[in-house]
């Protein structure tokens, strides 16, 4: 007699790993497509098809050769999304420079450490957007700036930057101009990039990637062209992208949902991306979709439920879409059944990952059951392995609740200069250790349950804010909620929820007791209610539930126990 089936699981061996750099990519998909859109920046007001695209990214890769940039030398970008993200992706990968990923909600300490952790020699900055003046932040850093020329900071804060280059035409005192860094491209230098990217390994490191450091300072996963690029070829395959979708992009190119799964999704298919506007903004969004004919759009539940409940809604044409990704959080089914339903996304698929393993390892299909869709974040990619174990390492049977491991060829190199950080991520067989808490059920379908370090231990109990969230979703007046927990004297921690509530409904804290009465343990009852307009939100629009808890800490008085 056998026990129970492990909770571990191997993904398909199809389609076939991609075995080139991402110049070298680009370089077959533009000769291969040269008339296709590649793409849109609406708000810029520009559209290039790939052959467009690749004569910009090749002058661009010899600019950057001629500032005298080595391979395996860093440079950032500081900036929202923008044509010129997407061409110093392509140009840095041609070259061999590893991109470095800033926040576009960096303020000064926070850029100051990101570009002394990993040593960055140049780096390309906004000047500024809404409220965020990237160029006076970096004065204030670099005050030598006033005094260099382009090319020749020395820096006393900032000791490893040399190279400023500034989007936009503005003359700026020791910065070059990214418009009229084109005119250094030669030919002769344009024969040298063509003879750098014949001598790259698709194993070298290509962009560093920032964690979000919300337990601590933040770690910048180190990834490889094979890794970002199979992920987002892998990516594409799973929400069946060709040369025909255009794929609308409203989230953060900083990020790899933007980056990966937007950039290299599409590239790697011959598809167009869309940037709907700098930053999200719903109504641009909507607008993209339906004046560009956008097949796919992207974004975490928050942004499609802000979409959707703008006043003007049914106004957008939207029936061009198809299929999307959903990412970052749980979507509830009322939102999931209404992207369907009023957004034509029949064929919309939910991902998980994280930025340490390129980031997708599990992902629903086109195909895949509304219910799937909604409770688990589908099954394992191509070419990788998962498993869920208990505290002790060891696989949990399937349907019971472990930490979720991933290993093959989508995880990091390591964290840049952090060797201890990685080998505590990392373990000696290659499985990184996500943190997440994971149940596997017998079909091979994940369902994600909540973080290791956010489950509530009550009274003795361990308690899943996620399998709270979902229970409450199923209240027809609440459009989202958050679950954390908070201090306590006598039971270690007691439970807190956020609400949100749907436009025009109403819901006191009698009413949510009520509804919880009776369908789930009395211990699952969250002893604090909180209704709320909205959430504190990072810049991808994903819910920071330790600013929640502190926000909670502070006006209730409560110590740490």
Same mark, same amino acid.
């Given at each position: ?290 004046? !560009?004919? +956008? =097949?796919?759009? /992207?974004? $975490? ?7 959707? *409940? @703008?006043?003007?809604? #049914? ?87 472990? !930490?979720? +491991? =991933?290993?093959? /060829?989508? $995880? ?7 060797? *201890? @950080?990685?080998?505590? #991520? ?89 509804? +919880? ?45």
């Amino acid at each position: 007699m056998t026990g129970p089936a492990l909770s571990v699981a191997e993904g398909a061996a199809e389609p076939p790993l991609l075995d080139e750099t991402i110049g070298q990519a680009f370089d077959r998909v533009a000769a291969c497509w040269p008339d296709r859109p590649a793409l849109v920046s609406r708000h810029q007001d520009i559209r290039w098809n790939y052959a467009e695209l690749k004569a910009r990214v090749d002058t661009y890769a010899a600019a950057f050769l001629a500032l005298g940039l080595a391979p395996g030398e860093r440079i950032g970008i500081w900036a929202h999304n923008c044509a010129e993200w997407m061409i110093t992706q392509y140009a840095s990968a041609k070259l061999g420079l590893i991109l470095v990923n800033l926040n576009p909600a960096y303020r000064r300490a926070e850029v100051e450490y990101a570009l002394n952790k990993v040593g960055c020699r140049a780096l390309v900055v906004m000047p500024q957007h809404a409220s965020s003046n990237y160029i006076e932040m970096l004065q204030t850093l670099a005050p030598e700036l006033e005094e260099c020329a382009p090319g020749r900071l020395i820096s006393r804060r900032l000791p490893e930057l040399r190279t400023v280059i500034r989007l936009g035409d503005t003359p700026t005192p020791g910065m070059f101009n990214f418009d009229a860094l084109a005119e250094q491209a030669t030919d002769s230098l344009r024969a040298r990039v063509d003879s750098r990217a014949a001598e790259l390994n698709p194993r070298d490191p290509i962009n560093i990637q920032f964690t979000s450091g919300t337990t601590g300072r933040p770690k910048g996963a180190t990834l490889t062209h094979h890794n970002i690029l199979n992920n987002g070829y892998l990516v594409g395959a799973g929400i069946g992208a060709t040369e025909t979708d255009r794929i609308a992009v409203p989230v953060p190119l900083y990020h790899c949902f933007g980056m990966v799964m937007g950039n290299l999704a599409a590239l790697t298919h011959g598809a167009a991306v869309v940037y709907p506007a700098a930053s999200f903004e719903t109504a641009a969004t909507l607008d993209a979709v339906a004046a !560009e004919g +956008c =097949t796919a759009l /992207y974004g $975490v539940p928050t942004m499609f439920i802000a979409e959707m *409940e @703008r006043p003007d809604f #049914a106004d957008y044409d939207l029936s061009s879409l198809r299929t999307g990704i959903m990412a970052g959080s749980p979507c509830p089914r009322a939102v999931m059944q209404r992207v369907i339903d009023e957004m034509h996304m029949n064929e919309v698929t939910i991902a998980y990952g994280m930025t340490e393993t390129s980031p997708v390892s599990c992902q629903t299909a086109v195909d895949d059951a509304l219910e799937a869709r909604v409770a688990t974040v589908g099954r394992v990619h191509p070419h990788l392995e998962i498993k869920v174990v208990d505290l002790d390492g060891e696989t949990v049977p399937r349907g019971e609740p472990g !930490e979720y +491991c =991933t290993r093959g /060829y989508s $995880v990091m190199r390591g964290y840049w200069d952090d060797c *201890e @950080r990685t080998r505590e #991520a990392i373990d000696r067989n290659g499985w990184m250790h996500t943190g997440d808490l994971a149940v596997m059920d017998e079909a091979g379908y994940c369902r994600i349950i909540g973080r290791l370090k956010d489950m509530v231990i009550r009274g003795g109990e361990n308690l899943y804010p996620r399998e709270i969230e979902e229970f409450l979703y199923g209240h027809p007046a609440i459009v989202d909620v958050q679950i954390v927990g908070v201090p306590d004297a006598t039971y270690g921690e007691e439970l807190c929820a956020w609400v949100q509530l749907a436009a025009g409904q109403s819901l006191d804290e009698a009413g949510l007791r009520a509804f +919880c009465d009776g369908e789930i343990a009395h211990f699952k009852i969250p002893r604090y209610i909180r209704f709320v307009d909205g959430f504190p939100l990072t810049v991808t629009g994903k819910v920071q539930k330790y600013r929640i808890r502190e926000q909670m800490i502070e006006e209730l008085g409560l110590a740490p126990v």
